[in-house]
């Protein structure tokens, strides 16, 4: 096979964990019909990769990265966008109407080809313009943890200007773009993070309080909750229930911690609260999430910037939970970055 049909990929493959991951030469994917071919720049680190090399583990290599920033260089035959246009994936795949949940929602990096390599064919729909207040950078991290933050809020959650949300887990990629959303949405934000150093941090990302600390929080907020936002699992959950109000809404979307919990029902129907489920998003919900961020001038949160040779070694840190925000790699000729704050202080 001639070089330019190649391309560098981080593949997973042998053994499960950051352990099985290496950079390696495979086919360079080409634009059918409805795809577009994209040169990537930048690509975001989500927990959702953890997941797929910590269950992988065949000996057949598998492209992990659902997030990216990149340019179209080639398209299908009946792709509508133009050559050398910049792009943001929307890496929920075939999800075209929110009502129609799927079994399992099909994402890039999973079932199929991820990001973490130098091109990657995509559905020309699943493409859009990068929102103008944002680096490529900052693009790279926002697309699924944007979604499901986007639809964990106000899909699933209902959120309104005036409610009390508290949000777990929020110092990850989606957790921050949560806070970040609510707070514009006009709620007040309460955040739990194991980690006292991370308070003034999420209050500059717009929590009213933080409570540090995922044992017991309810005891801890100043008001009870019409919204919990739950992304830990097994250890926030107890206190997740006790710190609504009756008739409030637990929202989960992950379980960073454990996934199996003991459930009283008589928590549920005595006072009437909800208990739902939400895993990334469909089309629509993502058109309403850039919307949305673009309106209200959101910047995910990035922790740091990396080459997608150090991808083992930002997995284990995202694993251990001492980030704030997200990891993106670098790809297509981005060497330096320095946050927009950063340049603002």
Known sequence: MSEN???QALVHAGCAGPAGLRLAQVPRPEARDNDVLVRIAAAGLNRHELFVIDAHTDNEPKIVGADAVGTIVATGD????????????????????TEDVPEVPTIIGGPIPGTFAEFITVPSVNVHPVPPHLSE?????????????YRALFTKGRLEAGQHVVITGATGGAGTLAVSMAAAAGAHVTVVTRHSSKVAQAIALGASHVVVGIDGFDEKLHTPADLVIDS?????????????????RVISFGATTAPDISLSLRELFFRQVTLEGTSMGSAPEFDQMLRFVTENQIRPTVHTVRPLSEAADALREMAS????????????GITTWESPVAEAR
Do not use: H, Y
């Open 137 to 149: 950078i900052e693009a790279a991290a926002l697309g699924l943890a944007g979604l499901t933050a």
């Open 5 to 7: 049909l190649t391309m």
């Open 232 to 248: 830990v699992g097994a250890s926030a959950f107890p206190a997740a229930l006790k710190a609504l109000r009756p008739g409030g």
């Open 78 to 97: 009946t792709a509508e966008q133009r050559i050398g246009d910049i792009v943001l994936i929307n890496p929920c795949i075939g999800w075209t109407r």
């Open 321 to 332: 939970g001492v980030a704030f925000g997200k990891t993106v790699f670098t790809l297509g």
